[in-house]
């Protein structure tokens, strides 16, 4: 019997970060020669469209296309991350449809076959379900960071334990039934660190839920390399053999593109419009002198934490380019004027936009130190880099990632829930200027393992022509 050609279906999560990375997965396929189709949601594709060249980027690929479904919200839901458990809720009852209707048809057979595979969010544990009863196979891309992963697969055993839910308040309790992470995690660093009852927070139902679909699954796909997470990969590989780790994905892409002298400038794939100013700003900046401040796209702080930010910053006396999306104050509308006096007061030395094209940002030779939220696709753009960081992380995976940045990593400091001017300086001034040479050696170091890993021959290289041998197989 004739095996239909391989089609991979790809679903993000419908947020910025996994959009970003499954884009880079998805031009990956394409350049080795599979369909692909990239399935969005209605509000997402419109921005993409609106603030990238995504759509002529992809032109050269004709086996690739988009699809776009409703994520079941009303046009004027702010989409804030305050709103993530009901758009993942929301998206569930229009998709989880969708992926049974499209795995089923046989498609028209003459403009394209049928979908052989489906690369979902690690979230969308459904779609493993779906895949299942039908017998198309599912591999999840999982877009957090291994660490924080390796921690969800561990809560089974932690509610067994009865180390989850917590019992006091004291967060600084380490816990015993994480293996690999012994003297490590702290209550603190645990991805629903207030957590008091795992059965009504919605998110660590969805995180449970996950844990039980991977093994289910037919792999697992994490952006991340053999050399940065290997000891969590072997542990990870114990509940699923076929882990593939393909990362840094972005530098992977980039790498593949070099090699075949196709272009890889202006390859943005965001969400809000690049202010391309910081780039001119830091032009005229000297070497290693400015650090850059990013929470991200989803986090939210309140005023009082901006404010302790912005002291902390113009108090070290170290120059600043700081990414203040119009989103970011919690449960306020956005003030302008508190936005032009925040700018005002440091315009000697700082440089202050709304969205910034972060990668080029990092590679930029003005930029010596990053203050992050620790998102995973910050913390693997800056290790690429080799800057070293300042953590402060919001929620989940960034709590874990923050831990293993300053402690195993040894490449940056972790400020966990801390948000005080003084400790916001002194920390700037310890990762700029006191401490500067340690950190910078061991981020560099860091760096080079990133860029062999995807050089030729190396692990992530690997693990990529293993992935697409899996997105290959036949259905059953
Ligand atoms: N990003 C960007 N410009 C900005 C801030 C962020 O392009 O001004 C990108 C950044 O490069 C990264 C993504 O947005 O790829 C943020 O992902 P991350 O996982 O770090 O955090 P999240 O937004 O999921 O909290």
Known sequence: MDHPSPHVLLFPLPIQSPINSMLQLAELFCLAGLQVTFLNTNHNQKLLLQHTNVESRFRQYPRFRFRTISDGLPVENPRSSVQFGELISSLQAVAEPFLREILLSSSDGVTEPPVTCVIPDGLFYYAVDVGNEIGVPVIPFDTISPCCLWVYLCIPKLIQAGEVPFKGNDLDVLFENVAGMQGLLRRRDFPFYRLIDYATDPYCQIALKEVESIPQSNGLILNTFEDLDGPLLSLIRSHCPQTYAIGPLHLHLKTKLAEKRMPISASSNSLWEEDHSSIQWLDAQPIE?????????????????????????????????????????RGEEWNHQF??????????????????????????????????????????????????????????????????????????????????????EKMVKDLMVTNRDEFKKSAEKLSNLAKESVGEGGSSRIGEITMEQGARQPPH
């Open 289 to 329: 002198s400015v650090i850059y401040v990013s929470f991200g796209s989803m986090a939210t702080l309140s005023k009082e934490e901006i404010l302790e930010f912005w002291h902390g910053l113009v108090n070290s006396g170290i120059r600043f380019l700081w990414v203040i999306r119009s989103n970011l104050l």
């Open 339 to 424: 936005a032009k006096e925040l700018a005002e007061g440091c315009k000697e030395r700082a440089y202050i936009v709304s969205w910034a094209p972060q990668e080029e940002v990092l590679a930029h030779s003005a930029i010596g130190g990053f203050l992050t939220h620790s998102g995973w696709n910050s913390t693997m753009e800056s290790i690429v880099q080799g800057k070293p960081m300042i953590c402060w992380a919001v929620y989940v995976d960034q709590r874990v990632t923050s831990r293993f940045v300053s402690e195993v990593w040894k490449i940056g400091v972790d400020m966990k829930d801390i948000c005080d001017r003084y400790i916001i």
